[in-house]
């Protein structure tokens, strides 16, 4: 049976149209992103109905020969439709794979003896010609030359082009091999944005049994995983139909598809590709190969430019069905690959979380920017010592400075002074505790220390020691990257906090918006002028200052401002440290919000976000921000080094 022609007669139907976000007024592919990327197939024989052979005079038409005739009506699986970036770059696309089939003779008249020596003298053929293993099943290959004789039997998928080429060379040998067009996903990018994209799977294996009419001529996939899986109603176009019929003598009459499948709808993403490549290559130098991941966001809009996790997986393995030793190694993997650290783990947040002790406590008026505290080594609260991460009193500080030394006991003695409530409120307005909405499935909401979950899980409520280790972001306190890096967002705009947007339009064949998903505000924070003015210059002192904890997140020519963090969590004898860096650039016209995580090793106590996290923003931030202006050289002051910060 030839089904070349009906991915060829799907390439003929419209090709769905990406349209470069935010031109979206007119259908329109990018020159850099073809709008459907499927290898063009071998010249097929035309879909033309093919004449019936002429009657043999002498034969009588009986039972035994008109049994043979039937017609047949087989769905045909339709492309996938795009997922792209924010400029119609392609992130996933549908190709055209070939599977090896053997082609049965017809009428089927072998015996069982003849049908089992045909069908291993074609395997071992298949096997010559392509240096590919080839395992059929002889019990279940002969079940399926009864059943389904006129249907050729595949024994080898996604053929390699070099397997292909030898095919084709020693097709005289095998008469009997075939190949067959079939659309397939490809992710052109690899690896890049995987945990974002997701992956698709089969549904199912090929049919078996007796022939059914609007069977599929083989398996479609759907989404497992991330957009792939969320938006899959979308992704899956329509089934085309074929149909076939055979003669009184069994011989095929006609092969026409009397339906072109029709390709699914595009997803046209926030992420910017370029952005993206930059952050995962960022992760991958990062010193021992730990996990990390990064989140950069547009603080104007709350798009998601780049969202990454390290270590990460191609999801090509799963083209067209993932090995079980590939799925093995990945699932013994101690890292996990398979795991989005960067929405699906939540951590400690450490000293970050004193940007919403800091907000909360000067904006609703419990302690005045310019307000001082001392810097003790130690304090007791409620009979507990709670300790500085410097063990020598640093003296008074007001807001700024003790931002900048992220000096512990100020920080206690402010949430102290303000209460849990304001802190929490601050919190969960910004976006902790509850998930951000992005499309994809399993997001962690994280937690923050509501009266609630104490009682429910301490049999208690919020103690003055659990308000200090609130301040600093210990204690029960858990948040992701993305939900970071949404909060630096609002912080960065003046308030404004946007829900994260993954996901810009959906488009159909035609280019037209099918769905849109313009920016939403979630809340708006009205921040005093003293309180943002107090906060940014604490923030642009951690990077800028000699004092600060930042100092290798700077990038000359702009103003890059953050907090790190540092925090321990996990079984005692397995404790990781949980690096951050969490902020926005420039200062003034911020373009970027980010977040940054870094796993330390378990017992390693050495790992701290100005020396790990802090970097990887760096890097990033060199290669993504504008050209800075012409620096002038007199206003360059050389700094001296800083220790790191050893707890935050």
Known sequence: MCISAVCADAQDAPRPAVVAYPKATKPGVPAAAPALALAPAPTPAPASVAKPAAPDPGLQPSWETQKLARNYIFAIPPPRGQITDRNGLPLAQSRIGYNLAINFPVPPRFSEEEASRFIAEHVRHAQDLTGRKITVDPAKALKQYKERAVLPMVIAQDLKPAELERLKRGQAQAPGLTTIPVYLRTYPQGATAAHVL????????????????????????????????????QLTGKLGMMQVSFDARGQKATEKVTLPPRPGQNVVMSIDLKIQQVVERALRAVPGKRPCAMVVMDPKTGEILAMASEPAFDPNIYIPSVSPEVMDKLTKDPFNPLFPRAYRAAYPPGSIFKIITGLAAMNDGYVDPDDTFGGEASIKIG??????????????????????????????????????????????????????????????????????????????????????????????????????????????????????????????????????????????????????????????????????????????????????????????????????????????????????????????????????????????????????????????????????????
């Open 198 to 233: 997701g992956f698709v799977g089969r549904q199912g294996g090929f049919p078996s049994g007796e022939i059914e009419n609007n069977e599929l001529l083989w398996p479609e996939f759907e989404g497992r995983d991330g957009i792939e899986k969320s938006f899959n109603t």
């Open 383 to 648: 009979g507990t010592t709670f300790r500085n991460w410097k063990h020598s009193d640093v003296g008074p500080l007001n807001f700024r400075e003790a931002l900048i030394q992220s000096c512990n006991t100020y920080f206690y003695k402010m949430g102290i002074k303000s209460g849990y409530r304001p802190i929490l409120d601050y919190g969960s307005r910004l976006g902790l505790g509850t998930k951000t909405g992005i499309p994809v499935s399993s997001e962690e909401p994280g937690n923050l220390m509501t009266l609630e979950y104490m009682q429910k899980h301490h049999g208690r409520g919020i103690m003055p020691g659990d308000i200090a280790n609130m301040s600093i972001g210990q204690g029960d306190t858990l948040v992701t990257p993305v939900q970071m890096a949404s909060a630096m967002c609002a912080i960065a705009n003046g308030g404004t906090v946007f829900q994260p947007r993954l996901v810009l339009q959906v488009q159909d064949l035609d280019g037209r918006i099918t769905f849109g998903y313009d920016a939403r505000v979630r809340s708006h924070i009205d921040i005093h002028r003293d309180t943002m003015k107090a906060l940014r210059a604490g923030l642009d002192g951690v990077v800028s200052s000699g004092g600060g904890t930042a100092g290798r997140a700077g990038v000359p020519g702009f103003k890059v401002v953050g907090k790190t963090g540092t925090a321990q969590w996990g079984p005692k004898k397995r404790e990781k440290v949980a690096a951050w860096f969490v902020g926005f650039a420039p200062l003034d016209k911020p373009q970027y919000a980010f977040a940054v995580l870094y796993e330390g090793k378990p017992g390693d106590n050495d790992v701290h976000g100005g020396t790990y996290a802090a970097p990887i923003a760096g890097r990033v931030l060199k290669e993504i921000l504008k050209a800075p202006p012409k620096e002038d050289k007199k206003a360059v002051v050389k700094k001296k080094p800083v220790d790191p910060d050893e707890s935050n």
